[in-house]
C-alpha cells in the first residue's frame, strides 16, 4: 500500500471513530433522566395496583373504568416520584394509597355533572358535624340562623351550602349502581324526600307523582327500586340478598323503569 493510501485510510477511520462519537453523544442527550427512567421502571413494576385501585372504585360510581384506571395511574406516577424508602413504608402500600386519593379528587373534582366548589363542601361538612355533635350532646338542634352564626358566616351562605349538596344528591333512575348498604322497603320510603329541595316551598308536581306512580308497584317492585336506585346497592349485591340471579334482576329493574315511563307518557292516570 502506498503512503498515500495509508494516509487516506487513517483519516477515514478518525473521521469515523469521530462520527460514532457525535453520534453516541446525541443518543445520551435524548435518553431519559437516570431519575425518571427509575421511576418509569417502578411505575411499570407496580402497574397492576393501579388496575386493582380502578377495578374497585369502580364499584363506588358511575365513570367509566378507563377514566380510573387512567387517573389511578397517574397517582401511582406521582407516589413513585415521591415515594423515599428510608420512612420504612412499602412502595406497594403508598402507590396503593396515591392511586385510591388521585381517583377520589378525580371523582369529586371533575367526575360530577353538578360541580360543588370545595368551599361550599368544607362548609357543609363542618355544619353537619356542628348538627351531629349537638344531637350526641342531647342538646336541642341549632336552628338555620344559630348554625349559620355558629360557622361564622351568612344564612343566606349556608343555605347556599346546603342547596349546592342538595344538587348532588339527584341521580337519574336508569344511574349506574354502586355499592353501599341499604335497609327494608318500609324504612326506604322516606328516602324519595331527597328528591325535594331544602328551598322548594310550593309543591313539586312531578315528586308528587313519582311518589304515586311507585306506590302502584308491588311491595317487592318497591324495595327493588329503592335498594338499587335510592340506597346504591349494587346489581351484584341485590341479587345475593334477593336470591335472584343478577341478569334477571338486571331485566326487573329496567322493566320496572319502563312501566314508569310508560305510565308518564299516558295523558290521564
Not at 333512575?173 to 354502586?178: C, P
Not at 324519595?192 to 308536581?205: A, G, I, V
Amino acid at each position: 500500500m502506498s503512503i498515500e493510501s495509508q494516509v487516506m485510510a487513517q483519516t477515514s477511520c478518525k473521521t469515523l471513530r469521530r462520527k460514532r462519537a457525535e453520534c453516541s453523544g446525541n443518543q445520551r442527550s435524548f435518553s431519559l433522566p437516570k431519575s425518571i427512567q427509575k421511576r418509569n421502571e417502578a411505575v411499570v413494576e407496580h402497574l397492576g395496583l393501579a388496575h386493582l385501585a380502578a377495578t374497585r372504585q369502580a364499584t363506588r360510581g358511575g365513570e367509566e373504568l378507563d377514566d380510573l384506571i387512567q387517573e389511578a395511574r397517574l397517582g401511582l406516577i406521582m407516589a413513585m416520584e415521591n415515594f423515599d424508602a428510608n420512612l420504612g413504608f412499602k412502595a406497594s402500600s403508598y402507590a396503593m394509597a396515591r392511586a385510591n386519593g388521585q381517583i377520589l379528587h378525580f371523582r369529586r373534582d371533575r367526575s360530577q355533572i353538578v360541580r360543588v366548589p370545595w368551599r361550599l363542601r368544607d362548609l357543609y361538612t363542618r355544619g353537619m358535624r356542628l348538627k351531629q355533635k349537638q344531637q350526641n350532646d342531647g342538646l336541642k338542634p341549632f336552628t338555620e340562623e344559630q348554625l349559620a352564626a355558629q360557622l361564622n358566616v351568612s344564612s343566606d351562605r349556608w343555605h347556599q351550602a346546603a342547596e349546592a349538596i342538595w344538587q348532588t344528591h339527584l341521580v337519574s333512575l336508569d344511574a349506574k349502581e354502586s355499592s353501599t348498604g341499604g335497609n327494608h322497603v318500609e324504612k326506604r320510603v322516606p328516602l324519595l324526600e331527597r328528591l325535594k329541595s331544602p328551598k322548594q316551598k310550593e309543591p313539586d308536581l312531578q315528586y308528587q307523582w313519582l311518589k304515586k306512580a311507585i306506590q302502584r308497584l308491588t311491595s317487592h317492585q318497591q324495595h327493588l327500586l329503592y335498594a338499587h336506585y335510592i340506597d346504591d346497592i349494587s346489581l351484584r349485591q341485590l341479587a345475593k340478598r334477593e336470591k335472584m340471579k343478577e341478569n334477571k334482576l338486571r331485566r326487573v329493574l329496567q322493566g320496572l323503569i319502563k312501566q314508569l315511563q310508560l305510565w308518564s307518557t299516558k295523558k290521564s292516570d
